[in-house]
């Protein structure tokens, strides 16, 4: 019967589909897992870091200022967004939110301003360069996701804004939060503030600073950029193999539920057949008799 045969050959490939989604699932939770560690592990020290700057920074006198460029306040009048996606798809909306959020900014919050578009990763690029031009793509740097690789891209971005290129850069990406969750988030790059409080002026009483805290803290800042956007690059990788391994799980879900309900439908036409043929065989004994 024609009916059986379709339902048979669409169990077989859904149960085909559920196979892929759930070898995908398992392969993505082992990244995750490396992912996650990396991020984790990272975290305390750009933290740190970020806690060196505010308490040396709350030592300075009050007619002392940071002499760097990277500090340095301008009239918004150009401006740089670094969007960081995926390079590969079947992660939910893990690149469509971030895109979604970069089309806003531009016709909302930047559409006064002169604006150019960095991206990481190829679906962004893709998707971005349907409704704006794409100053440069990086890329690649997934291929090789180090210090150094992601740093060259850094300091492009700084000396841009040190030469008054760009009055200000944003960062657009997806920060890791857990396996189930990555909120997207768009953050003011440059420039750089540095926010020292009151609590952080008290705790540095125990050190003595050579040679002296603003030479420290201007010598710090370019480091401190660059590990900024290293944890960018590294949140929005765990963010990534987090909702493709949630994606495929939710995939995978969908593929037994539909297996099930073609089984059932298969079983019901099945009987039918059977009854149908019983009927027949049934009549056809009483005319005979």
Request: glycine fraction near 4%.
């Amino acid at each position: 019967m024609a009916n059986l045969k379709e339902i048979r050959t669409r169990i077989a490939s859904v149960g085909a589909n559920m196979k892929i989604t759930q070898a995908m699932k398992m392969v993505s939770a082992s990244k995750f897992k490396k992912a996650s560690d990396a991020i984790t592990h990272m975290r305390p020290y750009s933290d740190g870091l970020s806690q060196i700057l505010a308490q040396v920074s709350a030592t300075m006198s009050s007619d002392e200022s940071i002499e760097s460029p990277y500090t340095v306040v301008r009239d918004v009048k150009r401006v740089l967004v670094v969007v960081v996606t995926s390079n590969k798809g079947l992660c939910g909306a893990f690149n469509s939110n971030v895109v979604k959020n970069v089309k806003e900014m531009l016709a909302n919050a930047l559409a006064d301003c002169e604006v150019d578009i960095i991206t990481v990763g190829n679906k962004g690029r893709d998707l971005l360069s349907k409704v704006h031009a794409i100053e440069a793509d990086y890329s690649y740097l997934y291929d090789d996701m180090t210090f150094a690789a992601v740093s060259e891209m850094t300091t492009r971005v700084m000396d841009d804004y040190a030469s008054e290129k760009y009055d200000s850069v944003w960062v657009v990406y997806n920060r890791f939060k857990n396996a189930a969750t990555q909120i997207v988030t768009c953050e003011q790059f440059l420039p750089l503030e540095i926010k020292a409080s009151s609590s952080s002026a008290a705790a540095t009483g125990d050190f003595i600073l050579e040679p002296d805290s603003k030479a420290i803290v201007e010598g710090l800042l370019p480091q401190s950029l660059r590990l900024q956007m290293f944890r960018v690059m590294r949140d929005s990788v765990a963010s990534e193999h987090g909702a493709r391994m949630t994606a495929m799980h939710k995939a995978s879900d969908n593929a037994k539920e539909l297996k099930d309900r073609l089984t059932l439908e298969y079983n019901n036409a099945r009987q039918a057949a059977i009854t149908n043929q019983i009927i027949e065989i049934v009549s056809g004994a009483e005319a005979l008799g």
